[in-house]
C-alpha cells in the first residue's frame, strides 16, 4: 500500500510541475533574451485547482506568485494572490484544460510557441510540396 501511495503522490508531483510550464500560450526564451517578470507572469500557470488538491499540494498551482517571491511560504500564496490585483491577469490553468497540453510537446522556434507532434508531421508535408514545387519549376 505504501508504495501504491508513493507512485501515486510522485505522479501527481511529476504532473503539477509539468503542467505549469507546459501549456498553450507559455512564455519560453532563450538566455539572452530571458526576462524574469515576463517568466513569472507567461512562463508559468496559475493551475486553478479544486481546494482540497490545492491544499494537499501546498498551493503550488499559484506557481507564478512563487516565481514572482519564492521567499513567500506555500500557505501565504493564496492570500497575496488575493491581495495583488496585479497577479489576477494571470492565464488560469483547468484540470480539463491541462489534458489537453499532453499533446504539447515541441517548442516551434519560428512560430514561438509549443506545439504537438502533428504540427511537425505538418511541416514535413508543407516542405515537401514546396521542394517538389522548386524542383518543377527548374524543369
Not at 501515486?8 to 507546459?22: E, S, T
Not at 497575496?80 to 510537446?105: F, G, M, N, Q, W
Not at 515541441?106 to 512560430?111: P, Q, V
Request: net charge positive.
Amino acid at each position: 500500500m505504501y508504495m501504491y501511495i508513493m507512485v501515486v503522490a510522485g505522479v501527481f508531483g511529476i504532473w503539477l510541475f509539468y503542467i505549469q510550464h507546459q501549456f498553450e500560450g507559455v512564455y519560453w526564451s532563450r538566455h539572452n533574451e530571458w526576462d524574469p517578470m515576463k517568466a513569472a507572469f507567461e512562463g508559468s500557470s496559475y493551475y486553478k485547482l479544486p481546494k482540497i488538491l490545492q491544499w494537499f499540494s501546498g498551493n503550488i498551482g499559484l506557481h507564478p506568485v512563487h516565481h514572482l517571491r519564492s521567499h513567500i511560504p506555500n500557505y501565504n500564496l493564496q492570500k497575496c494572490y488575493d491581495e495583488t490585483p496585479a497577479l489576477h491577469v494571470l492565464k488560469e490553468l483547468s484540470i480539463r484544460r491541462s489534458a489537453k497540453s499532453l499533446r504539447l510537446s515541441l517548442w516551434d522556434e519560428k512560430e514561438k510557441k509549443l506545439v504537438g507532434f502533428h504540427s511537425l508531421k505538418v511541416r514535413r508535408a508543407e516542405l515537401l510540396r514546396l521542394s517538389h514545387q522548386e524542383n518543377s519549376n527548374k524543369i
